[in-house]
């Protein structure tokens, strides 16, 4: 039986301290990652169960103030759904299968069963006291912002407050519900992928070696056929709402744009690579087409671009054509 080394402690308190500190949850398996790469899959699974475990104590202690048990019962377990549920799709990815399938085969698989499992989880944050929380904190959101736009001495903030004062929150709470279930599977693929990847990568022998060159990153060409009927479908969504069907179309379209956009941005190193342009261009187009990303406006030419190169390339073989002239 193993024991439970230091790296192991130092690693899970780590990825509790992330789980913890708002923003960064999203980068709480990005240590767990990296102790799988130091050690093996059996030491990764005694930190998940340690995390848990730490996890579970801090809901336990936070809900203390609670007195009916009840609803201290449903806000310990929804402290512990969302991580569990990561951690699932995370171990998954980690394990050795027999064949060693291509990591982008392991993710679609885990987003899928992601999918399964989130039915029952979706159904649970449906349940009447936490949907009476949640009311209560958008309630004191809204009325806080009230109060301090009320406060303020401006134009500028007497314009948002004649728009918030048309917000409920019961459009709020509405909002944000069909705002999560468009996005929930693409952020979770987003997750595991962006936390193996960061927790895999590292700065070796003085340079930064990735775990995933764009430049040798393939798609499937029947990967495009969910992409077409996804946008297909999100496209009558926003006609005539298609209920269910609506929200995975959503979700699938977001992963497969992101999919195809990292392919295109592939395509771009290799052509830069073919043409022979030297190191400070690269830098150069790399940099302007990242300051184009958040330009209003402009940003959609390059999320709708970049994404439209990687899926051209199943037709148009840029390397190969321009390799032969």
């Known amino acids: 039986m193993r024991r439970i080394t230091p790296d192991i402690i130092w690693f899970t308190i780590l990825a509790t301290l992330f789980h913890q500190s708002g923003f960064l949850f999203i980068l709480f398996l990005v240590p767990l990652q990296a102790i799988r790469n130091r050690k093996d899959f059996k030491t990764l699974l005694m930190a998940s169960a340690a995390f848990l475990s730490a996890v579970l104590v801090m809901a336990v202690a936070r809900s203390g103030g609670l007195d009916n048990q009840v609803q201290?019962?449903?806000?310990?377990?929804?402290?512990?759904?969302v991580p569990a549920y990561l951690l699932a799709g995370f171990l998954y990815i980690n394990y050795d299968w027999p064949g060693n399938p291509r990591m982008l085969k392991k993710m679609i698989v885990a987003v899928t069963?992601?999918?399964i499992i989130g039915i029952p989880v979706i159904l649970f944050y449906q349940n009447r006291i936490l949907q009476d929380f949640y009311m209560e904190q958008l309630k004191f959101a809204i009325d806080y912002l009230k109060s301090m736009l009320a406060q303020?001495?401006?134009v500028e903030a007497g314009d948002i407050a004649d728009i918030i004062k048309s917000v409920t929150p019961e459009i709020l709470a509405e909002t944000l519900k069909k705002s999560a279930l468009r996005t929930y599977l693409y952020w979770y693929f987003l997750i595991l992928s962006a936390n193996w990847w960061l927790g895999s990568s590292g700065i070796r022998y003085g340079k930064w070696k990735s775990a995933l060159n764009p430049s040798r990153f393939t798609m499937p060409d029947f990967m495009v056929w969910p992409l077409i009927i996804s946008l297909l479908l999100v496209l009558v969504d926003r006609k005539s709402p298609v209920g269910v069907l609506g929200y995975i179309s959503w979700?699938?379209?977001?992963?497969?744009?992101?999919l195809y956009g990292y392919k295109g941005f592939g395509i771009i190193q290799n052509l830069m690579k073919i043409l022979k342009f030297p190191p400070p261009m690269r830098i150069m187009i790399i940099f302007t087409l990242s300051l184009m990303l958040v330009q209003p406006g402009i940003h959609y030419f390059i999320l709708i671009g970049i994404p439209l190169l990687g899926v051209s390339e199943i037709w148009i073989k840029y390397e190969k054509n321009l390799k032969e002239n």
């Open 72 to 81: 201290r019962t449903v806000f310990i377990m929804s402290e512990i759904i």
């Open 113 to 115: 069963a992601a999918f």
């Open 152 to 154: 303020a001495d401006s």
């Open 251 to 258: 979700n699938i379209l977001l992963i497969m744009v992101t």
